[in-house]
């Protein structure tokens, strides 16, 4: 039997120190959950510690799912609606049929995504472009800003941008009669239960589901930025450490068999050796799953990495993109980068935070070290 190819991918490595006293004005990890508008998933791995534990179980979000026509939809949230959408950061998603491929996104600039396939491009009648990739170029993006103001978007491409106006409500208007309702759901940057858009919404509540596993093997993580160095070889070692401790997380946010102590698999079907240095320990594993806003994400971030807040000795926060969003990143100026929106494209990062140095002060500088996944298809490769 012949197997497909594997998709490409890209992994990017970056890491830093999270400096006391200054967390929010040199981290990264400041505006990481900004950059990534959506996020279905995030699970939170750390040796137990009930003082972590008590502050992650606190944290609670919600979304709302309806089925409805886009331009009713877009008309309960453009500017000039009673509900003031915009200003309260709605993020939104318009979900295929279950035989189909076209998708939308409304991410918290304001900014209404399309990827449509071509025969609804042609019958849609508004001015996009093609993913630039040839497996993908029967795939058009039509970008529509639903803000008062679109110079404060991408002025590069702004040209190729719709407003919403009554010429695009139009067009849109007769896809609603010929497709029928979407499937939506949203959410927002406080989600209120007095939030709810449309009427016959269902709420949906987030909560963490939480499980412990005793006796695993736990790393002891010597967490450091990468060298600075011209020698590869250090460069190397560095990253061959840094994979090691992914593949952890990885397999301890699966629960997986293989960290176990008292695991003794058949060495001809499964081999697996943890990170050195390694102790029996027990670990602490939450899970958030829902459509999940950037700020509640940064929230988890915050609760985990502000120094002095997780006595634990690191902690590894993993959150899952929706990968059938065109829009799956935002640089620093607010700009998207597009992608092929694909049930399995991978769009996973996986974050490590740990004490840096020692000592008794309980307010230590962290190191972290971030890895992103990054498709073949995804304008990031360049």
Not at 67 to 93: H, K, M, W, Y
Not at 173 to 196: C, H, K, V
Not at 325 to 343: E, F, I, M, Q, T
Request: aromatic letters at 8%; charged letters at 20%.
């Amino acid at each position: 039997m012949e197997l497909p190819p594997l998709k490409q991918a890209r992994i990017k490595l970056s890491s830093g120190t999270l400096v006391r006293g200054s967390y929010k004005a040199e981290s990264k990890l400041f505006s990481l959950a900004g950059q990534y508008p959506y996020t279905q998933q995030i699970d939170v791995v750390f040796p137990s510690s009930e003082a972590l534990e008590n502050a992650l179980q606190k944290l609670e979000t919600r979304y709302w799912s309806c089925s409805c026509s886009l331009v009713q939809f877009l008309d309960s949230v453009r500017p000039d609606s009673t509900q003031n959408c915009l200003e309260r950061g709605i993020l939104a998603l318009g979900l295929s049929e279950p035989n189909g491929t076209d998708v939308w996104s409304l991410d918290t600039r304001g900014v209404l995504t399309f990827a449509v396939q071509r025969s609804t491009y042609t019958r849609l009648g508004l001015v996009g472009k093609p993913l630039p990739w040839k497996a993908c170029d029967d795939t058009f993006i039509i970008i529509i800003s639903l803000s008062r103001d679109i110079q404060m978007h991408d002025a590069a491409n702004r040209a190729q941008w719709h407003r919403y106006n009554e010429k695009v409500k139009a067009a849109l208007q007769a896809w609603d009669a010929w497709r029928g309702s979407w499937n939506i759901l949203y959410t927002f940057m406080e989600p209120e239960i007095t939030n709810t858009l449309m009427p016959g919404s269902a709420l949906r509540v987030i909560q963490p589901a939480l499980r412990k596993t005793a006796d695993v093997y736990v790393p002891l993580p010597n967490i450091r930025p990468c060298p600075q160095s011209t020698d590869k070889e250090q460069v190397q070692d560095w990253q061959e450490d840094m994979s090691a401790l992914f593949e952890w997380t990885g397999m301890a946010c699966l629960g997986a068999q293989r960290l176990r102590v008292n695991d003794h698999p058949d060495p001809y079907l499964a081999v697996y050796t943890p990170p050195t240095p390694s102790r029996p320990r027990e670990i602490t594993h939450l899970r958030w799953s829902g459509l999940l806003h950037p700020s509640f994400v940064q929230t988890i971030i915050d609760t985990c990495s502000t120094p002095g807040s997780n006595p634990s000795q690191f902690v590894t926060i993993t959150m899952h993109g929706v990968s059938t969003s065109p829009v799956g990143y935002l640089n620093a100026s607010g700009n998207a980068s597009l992608r092929a929106p694909r049930s399995d494209t991978e769009d996973t990062r996986s974050l490590i935070i740990s004490v840096a140095g020692s000592g008794s002060d309980p307010v230590k500088d962290q190191n972290y070290v971030l890895a992103e996944s990054i498709s073949q298809w995804d304008m990031r490769w360049g």
